[in-house]
């Protein structure tokens, strides 16, 4: 497989993301298939392609045998796109249609031997000389063939005719006749798959992948796409090894004296942190923390928050004495709330991406990786979707807090996941009981660049934002939830005031 030459100049879709996937678009004058089950997006994406076309001052042609031509124009109006710039030529008419002063002459498939159809087309596409056509579908002409060896020599005389003809050509398929015709994809120049799955909750997901594509490159495996208001658009999937940039290193502080103290000086640019632990225990306000920080440097800080609400977030940030506000409003800080129900994995690390490249964004916090779990069909795809992100944020300097909530509260501890390896410091955020009261103890169990401490300390969260104090070596068990006390009381920190 060779990357296209520089000279040629590839055509575009007009679809976001997919000239991407496609490394740079399709080659002029060649026929291509779409395949898909209804209501993957294929018409989408054919009038893109066609509106696209007369953008550039091409002429485009829809030879539709399945959908009418006020079907197609009302898809159209509901994305705020025009047909005025395109020939529909229609071969089913709708029912109570058959105006004699229509400009178009209205036929029926089933009335018309595949031959005669066929000519129709061929006669049409003289006339109008098109630049970039789209025949939908083929599941009509496969049913007026009757058989597969009719049925590949009429597509292949389909393809003879516009050789020569500077014509691209797209020919959707749905699938209704039958699934997977390999005939078809041997004749074809490439060959498009739209897939569509149904969660057993939350918005279905779709996605294509780029089954064929002579001679040129593309971008192999699924990519998430979506069908919103103004058509389709494409997420290519993320490639870490892409993606290089050089920056300056050196440590982060978080802005708190003994925290930074704990990590060695703060976490590193070009890092990763795991910040894990019990539900409350205050992981989310560390991480809030760590972006105050960067903001009063003046750095763009980029959260998404899956769990938590963005009142929640502010009136908890407002109780602990952090600005968070103030630099939202500033805007330094950017939160993004995602529902992890109604977004797919590859639409999330594009917003990522956006945060970064074109905001620039230097700290990215994820609130947290539950919910991001729940994003995905199957845990294996987090790790691997995960690695690429975080490869990819830490190649470009930024500094990345991920916090994961773990099942429990005391004792025996699990994870839904373990990202641990994945990360370049863990920070581990632990309940233990002294003296009839709760308290909270932190510790950094992981940290691949530059030193820290290896005790564990406790923290408080009041008024006063976060404070560590001194290490905790009266006990024992602490990091288990189940500590026993083996010396006096005074290292703890004193309680504070209500």
């Known amino acids: 497989m060779k990357e296209r030459a520089r000279d040629e100049k590839a055509l575009s879709t007009g679809i976001p993301g997919l000239d991407n996937v496609l490394c740079g678009g399709l080659d002029p004058e060649r026929l291509y298939l779409i395949e898909g089950e209804p209501g993957t997006g294929k018409t989408t994406i054919a009038l893109q392609f066609l509106l696209e076309g ?15 031509q006020s079907e197609l124009r009302v898809v159209a109006e509901r994305h705020g796109w025009s047909l005025d710039q395109l020939s529909v030529f229609e071969l089913v008419p709708p029912e109570a249609t058959l105006d004699p002063d229509r400009e178009l002459t209205l036929f029926h498939p089933s009335e018309l031997e595949l031959s005669e159809t066929s000519k129709l087309i061929f006669d049409q596409v003289t006339k109008e000389q098109p630049r970039r056509v789209v025949f939908d579908s083929l599941s009509e002409m496969r049913l007026l063939a009757q058989n597969s060896l009719r049925y590949r020599r009429q597509i292949l005389a389909l393809k003879h005719f516009f050789t020569g003809r500077n014509c691209t050509v797209l020919l959707l398929d749905d699938f209704s006749s039958e699934r997977g015709d390999l005939q078809l994809h041997s004749i074809a120049h490439g060959v498009i798959l739209l897939d569509q799955l149904a969660l057993d909750y939350g918005a279905e997901r779709r996605r294509l992948r780029v089954k064929k594509m002579r001679g040129v490159k593309f971008r192999g495996g699924y990519h998430d796409f979506i069908i919103e208001t103004g058509g389709v658009k494409v997420y290519p999937r993320l490639v870490a090894s892409e993606h290089h940039r050089s920056f300056s290193g050196g440590p982060a502080p978080s802005g708190s004296p003994g925290l930074d103290a704990l990590l060695g000086g703060g976490l590193q640019r070009g890092t990763s942190a795991l910040l894990v632990g019990g539900a409350g225990v205050g992981k989310s306000s560390i991480a809030v923390t760590f972006a105050v920080s960067a903001a009063q440097r003046g750095e763009r800080v980029a959260m998404f928050a899956f769990d938590e609400g963005l009142g929640t977030l502010y009136a908890r940030a407002q109780a602990l004495g952090i600005p968070l506000q103030k630099h939202v409003d500033q805007d330094l800080i950017s939160i993004q709330q995602i529902d992890p129900a109604e977004m797919s994995p590859g639409e999330f690390t594009h917003l990522v991406r956006d945060a970064v490249e074109k905001a ?7 609130d947290s990786l539950n919910g991001y779990l729940n994003a995905m069909p199957d845990e294996r795809f987090l790790v691997l979707q995960m690695h690429e992100l975080l490869s990819y944020l830490n190649q470009l300097g930024v500094l990345t807090l991920m916090v994961l909530a773990q099942h429990g509260l005391v004792g025996h501890m699990q994870t839904p996941i373990d990202l641990s390896y994945l990360s370049d410091a863990v920070i581990m955020l632990r309940y233990f009981e002294a003296s009839g009261r709760v308290r909270r103890a932190i510790s950094v169990v992981k940290k691949r660049s530059g030193t820290h401490e290896n005790t564990i300390r406790e923290f408080q969260l009041s008024a006063g934002g976060l404070k560590v104090g001194p ?10 939830g189940t500590p026993t006390y083996v010396g006096n009381l005074e290292p703890l920190m004193p309680e504070k005031s209500t």
């Open 54 to 68: 007369a953008r550039r001052g091409e002429k485009g042609l829809y030879v539709t045998l399945s959908e009418s």
């Open 471 to 480: 290490p905790l070596t009266q006990f024992s068990g602490i990091l288990t």
């Open 360 to 366: 620039g964004a230097r700290v990215v916090i994820i």
